[in-house]
T-cell receptor
Framework: NAGVTQTPKFQVLKTGQSMTLQCAQD?????MSWYRQDPGMGLRLIHY???????DQGEVPNGYNVSRSTTEDFPLRLLSAAPSQTSVYFC??????????????FGPGTRLLVL | KQEVTQIPAALSVPEGENLVLNCSFT??????LQWFRQDPGKGLTSLLL?????REQTSGRLNASLDKSSGRSTLYIAASQPGDSATYLC?????????????FGKGTLLTVNP
């Protein structure tokens, strides 16, 4: 198993550009989520999905869109990039959405710089 | 709103020392608590998960305890090694309406000196 994979590893954007951060998992996990990690802020949840076709907002969803057409993939779209979106983005998955035994598996991250 | 605090923010110890990292949370209604390790420029690796009904979990030189009623968890690392140097993150998964997400602390940066 490759686990949770993310592409690209690093990206530079200009303000106003759009892009999609890719996330895929090969563990047949129901639950997938996106976090951003900023210095002094910790990790914050952007969007999450409890299964194919079902998504919902987390703590900081503004400026981001997601979709979940398959169990494996959960892309994160930046519609019009802003410098405030400069961050490291992590995708995570777990076998099921609910339950107290569900370990979260994280991808390696995408480092995004918006100029 | 759940808040997670980790103390200390940074810790430097000589190799071989036993050490304790602390995590506290404000809302005791949790499903579980996880400790993660993050190496520089890398993703998070889960170390231990403690269910809300459990008091502790052990894996090798690591032992994590949970006192849900007081909102505290500790990660004990025995006989520390330079390879243990990393940032350690604590995260709680809420119960009820907030059980879809993890709330993270800001981490403890551990340096183990040879």
């Amino acid at each position: 198993n490759a686990g949770v994979t993310q592409t690209p590893k690093f990206q530079v954007l200009k303000t106003g550009q759009s892009m999609t951060l890719q996330c895929a998992q090969d563990m047949n996990h129901e639950y997938m989520s996106w976090y951003r990690q900023d210095p002094g802020m910790g990790l914050r949840l952007i969007h999450y999905s409890v299964g194919a076709g079902i998504t919902d907002q987390g703590e900081v969803p503004n400026g981001y869109n997601v979709s979940r057409s398959t169990t494996e993939d959960f892309p994160l779209r930046l519609l019009s990039a802003a410098p405030s979106q400069t961050s490291v983005y992590f995708c995570a998955s777990s076998p099921r959405a609910w339950g107290n035994q569900e370990t979260q598996y994280f991808g390696p991250g995408t480092r995004l710089l918006v100029l | 709103k759940q808040e997670v605090t980790q103390i200390p923010a940074a810790l430097s110890v000589p190799e071989g020392e036993n050490l304790v990292l602390n995590c506290s949370f404000t809302d005791s209604a949790i499903y579980n608590l996880q400790w993660f390790r993050q190496d520089p420029g890398k993703g998070l690796t889960s170390l231990l998960l403690i269910q809300s009904s459990q008091r502790e979990q052990t894996s090798g030189r690591l032992n994590a305890s949970l006192d849900k009623s007081s909102g505290r968890s500790t990660l004990y690392i025995a006989a520390s090694q330079p390879g243990d140097s990393a940032t350690y993150l604590c995260a709680v998964r809420g119960s009820g309406g907030s059980n879809y997400k993890l709330t993270f602390g800001k981490g403890t940066l551990l340096t183990v000196n040879p």
